[in-house]
């Protein structure tokens, strides 16, 4: 931990001992505390919240979610694109004298080489995905870049506020494939071309990276959109969540943030000298089933249906998260009022196991063990196991594994030895259809759920005129209630995001919205 010690000494020297009011001493710098991980730094391949954060606010995008908005507004670009009446091209102005960390100037061909970079890359811990229906990319002048998309796709534009789509200098130290890299391409290959030493146009310049210790970020003097709040921001990585939960009381760090056991949640909001925010929940948690052949138990509709009877979800938000989250009944989380029908409500409210079975059956339950979701993994599964077993219709074997290997064989589905697994989601942009494609489609990647009427109605939703309107809201109602009666995943809860701080630190309460983008840029004392 010398780094992280180092690090913090420089936020607190100019007046010394930080005390009760936290680690940053000063004012002018922010000790954000986490137990989560950040893999990578470059746009091209990470694909996980902690590092997604960092690049959130070192980087920046076409468009973004500015706070308290669920529709992202013009970043980079100057204003809305002008998209073509068949919905297939996309015209974005950049702004003016835009800056990036290394001095140069951003300009169109900065846009094409950063998404074109991610999309050929396509490394395999990326979400190059959202970035498939790019079918070319065109610069007309240095302000102008025009996307012509495959097909309509409603959610295009929301796309590409996810940091995938961060745009980096075509001239400085990122390289790129040509064109895109062969599917069989090693790994290794791959990593090649990735950079960790990010460098954007975002509010912060990226400092220093210490993996699993530490990450310094300073304000960025030239940064185009409004100046940080603060000085710089030290994000310190502990291994354990009850080191996180004392050096917050002792004022060591300002700020908390993903993971606390719900305990540790409870005794901090009843803490004199720290604050408690509660975000707003798009994170959910879900139970997916592997239809296969050689999963014949799990690939029959009526043992899914009776494992979504035995559920009580309430009780797993009770007796597992202390109340730290709600009970969801689809995938669609209630956040998208329209777009929201509690289907798994209205599908098994009243029924028992017993409705569906005739003769108790034998199911898997696999986990992740090593923290990937925090600390309440193995009471999760064992709670599910209880109420299963409980409905004397099945016998539930409990398995776990450590994230790593957790991941490689969850997905793909094809190859996968898993029946039945746990997962969680949160929002790669904002909009219903991201919570239902990537889970329901034919081409889903962590199940082998098929279903030709499914597929038409979410190509239905993708290619509707306007993005709330009253026949897309139709289509989601019916995704959600075929997807009840099929069962290929249940719907667990979403997650109440929380953050704690100490008293003094102003600003967390703007940054814990839909969007789940945590912005350090907001944060500063009194």
């Given at each position: 931990m010398a780094g992280g010690i180092a690090l913090t000494m420089v936020l607190s020297a100019c007046s010394g001992d930080g005390g009760d009011q936290g680690g940053g001493g000063d004012g002018g710098g922010i000790i954000v505390g986490t137990n989560d991980d950040v893999p990578s730094l470059d746009p091209a391949e990470c694909y996980s919240y902690m590092c997604g954060t960092i690049i959130d606010n070192v980087g920046a995008t076409l468009v973004s979610y500015k706070p308290g908005e669920t529709d992202p507004s013009p970043d980079l670009a100057e204003s809305e694109p002008e998209i073509s009446e068949d919905g297939r091209t996309y015209t974005f102005t950049l702004r003016e004298g835009v800056k990036f960390h290394d001095g140069s100037d951003l300009t169109s061909e900065d846009v094409k080489f950063s998404l074109n970079r991610a999309k050929w890359i396509a490394h395999p811990d990326g979400a190059s995905f959202l970035l498939g229906g790019i079918e070319s990319i065109e610069t007309p002048d240095p302000r102008t870049v025009v996307f012509q998309l495959s097909e309509p796709d409603i959610t295009f534009g929301a796309k590409l506020a996810y940091n995938v789509a961060t745009i980096v200098p075509s001239d400085g130290a990122y390289q790129s494939p040509d064109g895109p890299l062969p599917e069989d391409t090693p790994q290794e290959e791959k990593d090649s071309f990735l950079n960790q030493d990010l460098v954007a146009a975002g509010p912060?310049?990226?400092?220093?990276?210490?993996?699993?210790?530490?990450?310094?970020?300073?304000?960025?003097?030239?940064?185009?959109?409004?100046?940080?709040?603060?000085?710089?921001?030290?994000?310190?990585?502990?291994?354990?969540?009850?080191?996180?939960?004392?050096?917050?009381?002792?004022?060591?760090?300002?700020?908390?943030?993903r993971h606390l056991t719900p305990e540790q949640r409870q005794s901090l909001q009843n803490s004199e000298n720290v604050k408690t925010v509660e975000g707003e929940g798009a994170s959910i948690r879900y139970l997916v089933f592997n239809i296969d052949p050689k999963h014949p138990t799990i690939s029959d509709v009526d043992v899914r249906k009776a494992m979504a009877a035995a559920i009580d979800r309430q009780r797993l938000v009770d007796n597992v998260l202390a109340g730290g989250a709600d009970p969801l009944y689809s995938m669609v989380p209630p956040l998208f009022e329209d777009a929201h029908v509690p289907a798994f409500q209205d599908v098994y409210e009243g029924s028992?196991?017993?409705?569906?079975?005739?003769?108790?059956?034998?199911?898997?339950?696999?986990?992740?063990?090593?923290?990937?979701?925090?600390?309440?993994?193995?009471?999760?599964?064992?709670?599910?196991?209880?109420?299963?077993?409980?409905?004397?219709?099945?016998?539930?074997?409990?398995?776990?594994?450590?994230?790593?290997?957790?991941?490689?064989?969850?997905?793909?589905?094809?190859?996968s030895p898993y029946a039945s697994y746990l997962l969680g989601w949160y929002p790669d942009f904002l909009d219903p259809d991201n919570y239902i494609q990537p889970f329901y489609s034919s081409q889903g990647y962590t199940q082998n759920y098929k279903n030709q009427r499914m597929d038409q109605l979410i190509a239905d939703e993708q290619t509707a005129e306007q993005s709330d309107s009253p026949q897309r809201m139709e289509t989601f109602e019916q995704i959600q209630q075929l997807a009840a009666e099929d069962a290929p995943i249940i719907p667990l809860y979403v997650e109440t995001p929380y953050a704690f701080a100490r008293q003094n630190i102003k600003g967390l309460e703007e940054t814990m919205d839909a969007s789940q983008v945590f912005r350090f840029y907001l944060l500063s004392k009194q």
């Open positions: 912060y310049t990226l400092e220093e990276f210490r993996q699993n210790e530490s990450i310094q970020l300073n304000k960025f003097a030239d940064y185009f959109g409004d100046p940080a709040s603060n000085e710089r921001v030290l994000v310190r990585f502990f291994a354990e969540s009850s080191q996180m939960q004392a050096a917050l009381q002792s004022g060591d760090i300002d700020v908390a943030f028992e196991p017993g409705n569906f079975l005739d003769e108790p059956v034998t199911v898997d339950l696999w986990h992740e063990s090593s923290g990937h979701y925090g600390d309440t993994e193995t009471a999760l599964a064992q709670e599910i196991a209880r109420m299963l077993e409980e409905s004397g219709m099945f016998t539930v074997n409990v398995q776990n594994a450590e994230w790593a290997q957790y991941s490689d064989n969850n997905a793909p589905a094809a190859t």
